[in-house]
């Protein structure tokens, strides 16, 4: 008797590559893994690194009725060739399209996780359709996974499914490999050529757009500048001007050479912890979060956080433990925070110190697996 066959899958293969690294591998030992998601380059990569086969479906990470449709035909199809025991799909079209396919074809276990939800931020049509999409996807899965207690809430208070929604551990996808996210001697000796000792260090990692906050943290950081002149902030990611892109003065206050304001591009590895480890406090003013995994990592580098009061960002920060929660878009509260981290040297050691144990004894990846493993024997008969 052969394995039982489970698909997992995500809209873009880079999520595939990322969310499910080294998961995938191990989970093959026990059950016949496939993973599916656009075809790419990213695809190829899972499928060498993990060992495991993969089958590439086209699908648009936006609305398009008619693209929509073809992927939802492609996908039934795959699902009446490979005859899988379980899907379990991650990201919001992947999840509709999955779950569809899953009930139309009769696959047993049609498992969905909610990662992160748009609709609570959204309005009018727009709104509506999001949470239509995702009553769907609810109507046709068999288990929902939302991946923290804001998302399950929201899940609830929006009349979105009467399913049984379960929480797996503490939440998040992924976990932290704290071996990796620490101040090992290879990353200090990177963040020795990053730090300065006279100037107190600010850092973003994300993505610069509207959305994360960005137009007030810029604002929040003039005011600190010009009033503390020895700070410095940077901010670690890619823009996405086209779509969602940041303020005309959030851009300038950027480019500016002299305000210790620096958009630093994307960085990864070694590189990536370097800036967590010569940083001095990590921001994330963010409107709506699934699960952030940066905030997971700041804290497991040892950072305090400043984090604005949404799903995923409060369930890592506890206020005045290992950081501080402001509300979202109040540019006013973002920087008393920061001022707070800046003057309060005693109280941000303090939370700096319990920020690491904290992210292991909640988020460590191998209790993170453990979870969503020993939920698959659960269901998986």
Known sequence: MGKIKIIRATTVPQSLEVFCKGMLMELSKKYEVIGLSSPGEALERVSEREG?????????????????????????????????????????????????????????VRIHTFTGLVWPTSTGL?????MLTDKLTCACATHIIPEGEGVKNDLIAGKITNKPLRVLGYGNVMGVDMDRFSRRPEVIELANQLRDDNKFTFVFVGRLVKDK?????????????????????????????????????SRRLIDESDNGLVSVGRKSGD???????????????????????????????????????????????????????????????LYDAMQVMLISNIDRERMAENARKMIEDRFEQNFVRKCLYDFYDEVIK
């Not at 396919?101 to 696959?107: C, D, I, K, M, R």
Request: hydrophobic content about 40%; overall charge neutral.
């Open 271 to 333: 590189e990536l912890l370097a800036y967590y480890a010569a940083a001095d406090c990590f921001v994330m003013p963010s409107y709506r979060e699934g699960f952030p995994n940066t905030v997971l990592e700041a804290g497991a580098m040892g950072l305090s956080s400043i984090v604005t009061d949404i799903n995923g960002s409060r369930e890592i920060i506890e206020d005045g433990k290992n950081g501080i929660i402001v509300p979202a878009k109040n540019e006013d509260s």
């Open 213 to 249: 906050g960005i137009n007030e943290l810029c604002k929040a950081y003039e005011r600190i500048h010009n009033q503390y002149p020895n700070t410095r902030c940077w901010l670690v990611g890619p823009y996405e001007d086209n779509l969602d892109p940041i303020s005309a003065e």
């Open 126 to 130: 727009k709104r509506k359709i999001l």
């Open 52 to 108: 495991i086969r993969t089958i590439a479906v086209p699908m648009e990470r936006h609305i398009s009725l008619k693209k929509d449709l073809k992927s939802l035909f492609h996908m039934i199809r795959v699902f009446r060739e490979e005859k899988p025991y379980a899907v379990h799909s991650m990201t919001p079209k992947a999840g509709l399209l999955c779950m569809i396919a899953g009930w139309f074809t009769s696959v047993p």
